[in-house]
Every structure is written in C-alpha cells, then in structure tokens.
C-alpha cells in the first residue's frame, strides 16, 4: 500500500485536488443520503434511528409520493425516450448538410437547453389562463374552444403542457455527443456497405451508422436518463409549488417539499435514496439494450 | 485529393432529391419551433406596454422600445444592495467554480488517461457512477454539509459543490486518452516530469476539451439558482436578484421587464457556445461510455 503510493507518487498527487472536492460534494452527500435514510431528523435534534420506516412509509403511507413516482414515470417514459430519439434523428438529419449548415443549425437546436432556465417566465404569456395568452387566443380565433383554459392551472391539461415544454428543451449534451459520434464514423464503412447491397439511407443507419456509435448512444442514454428522472423546474416554475392537487409533483418536486417546507430530512433522504436507485437501474437496463443495437 | 473526396462521397448509399427536400423541410420547420421561444422573449421584450397587451396578441412588434430594459433597471434600484454586487457575485462564483473545476479536472484526467496505478478502475467508475449524482439527488445532504462546515452563507457553498462534478473529468479523461503516447515518451527521455509533461503537453493539446469543460460548467453555474444556500441579500447571484424584483403578482411588469430579465440572463451562455461551439462537437466525439 504505502510502496504502491511511493511508487505513483505523482498520479496521486495531480488526482488530490479533484478528489477532495469529487468525495465532500459528490460522494459524501450520497452516503449521508443512504445514512439519514434510516432515521428522523429535524436539524434540531440529532438524527434518531428508525430502521426501514421512511421507506414503508412512502409506500404505505404518503399518496402524493404515489403521484409522484407516476409523473415522474410520465416525464422519464415520455420525454426520456422521444427526446432522446428525437436528438439522434436531429443529429443524423443534419449530418450530411454542409459544415457552415450544420454548425448553424447545431446551435438553434441546442440553445433550448441552455436558456430554459431563463425564460420558464415566458411560457406563463404564451400559456396564460386569460385570452391574452397566444395559446388561447389562437384557439379562440380558429373556433376550437370558447372559453380561454387554465392550462398549467388545470390538472387535465399540465401534464400535456409540460411535457411539450421539457420536449422543447430536451436537446442537450445527447444530442451534441451524438452530432460529434456521427461525424467520426469511418466513410470506408460506407462505400463496403454499398458493395454489400445496403440500398437506402435507412439501411445505412440501421447496419452501420447505429453500431458504430454504441458507446455515445450509451452516454446520451445516461445523460438522458438523469435528466428525465430530476425532472422539476419546469414543474416547479410553470405548475407552481405545490401544483394543482398536486398534479404536476413529481419526485425531486416532492423532495423540495420534505425538506425545504417540512424539514424532514431522514424521510427526504429516503426518497433521494429511492429516486437514485431508479436512475442506476434504468441506465443498467438501457445500456445492456443499447448494445445489443444493430445485432 | 479532390477527386478522391468526390469519389468517396458517391460511394453512400442512394439519396433521392425528394429525400433531401423533405429532411431539409422538416429540419427547417423543427428549427423554427425550437427557436420561436427566444425569439419571442426577445421581441417581448422590446415591445411597449399596450402592445404586450393587446387582442389578439401579435408575434411582431409596432413600435420596438427599450423601456422594459429601463423599467428593470429602475426595479434593480429600488433594492438597497446595487445591481453591480450581484453582477460581481455573479461573475466571481460563475468565473471561479468554473476555472477550478477546469484546473483539478485536467490535471486528474491526465494520470486516469495515460497512468497506471493500482485504485484507477475504481476511481473511474466511481465517476462514471457519479454522472448521476445530480443536484437533484444531492441538493439536500448538500445543505447538511453546509451547514456543519460552516459554509452556509458563503461564496464557498456556491463555488465548491460545482468543482466536484463528474462530467467535466469525464470528458477531460476521454479526451486526453487518444492524444497519442510517443509525445509523452519523447518528453519523459529528456527528463520531464509528470507535472511539466501536463503543463507543456497535455494542457496546450487538450484545449478543445478544456473549453468545452468551461462551457458546461460556466453555463451550470450561471443558470444555478440555490435560495437555501445563500440568504443574505449581498451574496445573491444576478439571477436570484432578477428574478425576486420582478414581482410575481403583477402581469405588466412581468411581461415586460420579465422578458428583459429573461434576455440579459439567457446571453452569456448562448454567446459562450456559439464561440466555441467547434470545439464542443470536436470533444463531444470522444464522451462515449464502453
């Protein structure tokens, strides 16, 4: 062990820095999660043991936890998968256009994901309750409905609303990695694959382009798979907080709601615990599928 | 060479001209809807006060102004911590959390690319592991070790969390794998060490993935806003001041100086990507999990 450090001295020194910082505020936290998970705690008191109870409660015992576990099922079964195809068929359309093209369009694609968060207010004009709001208006205009509807107000319509919106900005680092992964694939595979009888461009894709590029699709999938399982600004700034009969909570929803208004912290840790689980889960799942692509 | 490229290009697989006019067609009207948003927040935000609310309400504007941008402006003024702190609050977090987090992770994906040491595929895995370690899972513990240490209430709880992020080393450490070794062996027979290898090789070789790390970080950091981190008013970023004056309650103004905020807080990260935005596609190549 201390000849092992001796002996790589210098790695270990240049991962240090990184490290210390990658253990106290990536890893630690997790583990206080697993921790906490098993007990009360206010903050006030210290953390009293309370074996597997936070988690036969969010179960048995708390129906909007219920709620939330299916909208956030919604959110990551709905958006998660068409949002992730959607970026690879983005990525793929563009890839033959010209270079100055290409990089255009690879910018207004992606600028959604990196602006939401400054303007979830503008959706609030565009879906407003009021005539005013261009939704209704242009409803009203075309004689679909008569009377303007609360769309994010409404727990029949916010749903619909917010998954179109996290749809909008659902073209993130997958869809760079996948614009990047398209770009790198050997032309070479292409002229064999017509020698091989491959006829159209969907053939292409499927036999050659697919395969070759398994390991960015398994990055995309994780990328997209996280980030549709914490899905909760859009619901928090647009739906409100709480939302309408809770119709909009989903988990990381919920968990703001343990620990910032209730200030339990064993039971928000438990859900923390649970909502990680499904994210591991879900990527180990969807990788073994991944590579199995074009098989 | 020319011919070769021509000759290449024909060897794909048949594209009919239909084909092609339909994907540009449909790329065309897919673009359009992923830009109309911005462009209205923009238009917004220079349309004046009956315009914002009119029937029906119209996509263009009449009269273009910029009165929304003075009306925040006077807002900004009425609070008693001026607009400059929260820009500098802004810029010191957003500039620091991003440099240091660009620092440590290259000089940690350097060894877990090119050395080998006994403790690497754990190390790595566990970074792997920790692409899903979001803020979302770990805001929470994240207060409670704020809180015992201290740093409640301080640049440190807006800075530190963001310079332990996974996904900054992992991209960094796909990069710097495929740089090719014979330089590094070259530089180690005439007697470099490990630290100047990093510095005189890796580091000016690994410059797309470097800015690529700095986009995705600045752009976190910027759009991040954690209330339960910070709660005095001079340590607030320009985000969190933005979006507390513009009053909730009152539709006007929230239409108006609202989509002002909105345009001055989406800029920076957009004007950042479009900058670098080959050099982001160039690192992207290499972020594939095996």
Known sequence: MIRALKEHKESYLLLTPYMIFFLAFTIAPVIICIALGFTYFSMVEPPRFIGWHNYVRMFLDDDVFIIAVKNTLIFAFITGPIGYVLSFIVAWMINDMPRTIRSILTTIFYIPAIAAPSIYPMWFQVFSPDEYGYVNSFLINLGFIDQPVAWLLDPKYMMGVLILIQLWLSLGIS????????????????????????????????????????????????????????????????????????????????????????????????????????????????????????S | ????????????????????????????????????????????????????????????????????????????STIWVPLSRYMFNTLFVATAGTLLHALFATMAAYPLAKHRFPGKNVVFSAIVLGLMFVPAVTFMPLFVIMSETKL??????????????????????????????????????DGANETRILFRIIIPNATPAIMTVILFQFTQMWNFTQTDLIFSESLKTLRAALEQIVPKGDPILRAGAGSAASVILMLPPIALFILIQRKVVETMTFAGIK
């Open chain 2, 1 to 76: 060479m020319w011919m070769i490229k021509t000759s290449k290009a024909g060897a794909k697989a048949r594209r009919s001209f239909s084909g092609n006019l339909a994907m540009y067609a449909l790329v065309g009207a897919l673009a359009l809807l992923s830009a109309l948003p911005l462009i209205y927040t923009f238009i917004n935000s220079i349309k004046p006060v009956d315009e914002l609310y009119q029937f029906p309400p119209k996509f263009t504007v009449a009269r273009p102004t910029l009165d929304n941008y003075s009306e925040l402006y006077q807002l900004a």
């Open chain 2, 152 to 189: 409640l209430n301080t640049y440190g709880a807006l800075i530190f969390p963001g310079i332990g992020v996974s996904l900054g080393l992992f991209l960094m450490k796909q990069f710097i794998e495929q740089l090719p070794d014979p330089i590094l062996e070259a530089a180690r027979i």
């Open chain 1, 175 to 294: 869809f760079l990695a996948f614009v990047a992964g398209l770009q790198t694939i050997d032309k070479s595979l292409y002229e064999a694959g017509v020698m091989d009888g491959i006829k159209n461009r969907f053939q292409e894709l499927w036999y050659i382009t697919l395969p070759s590029m398994v390991p960015q699709l398994v990055f995309g999938a994780v990328m997209q798979i996280v980030a549709s399982f914490s899905i909760a600004d859009v619901s928090i700034e647009l739906a409100g907080f709480p939302s309408t009969d809770y119709a909009a909570e989903t988990i990381v929803t919920h968990l703001r709601d343990y620990l910032n208004i209730r200030y339990e912290l064993g039971y928000t840790s438990a859900i923390s615990v649970f909502l990680f689980l499904m994210m591991v889960f879900s990527s180990r799942l969807t990788t073994k599928l991944l590579h199995k692509v074009g």
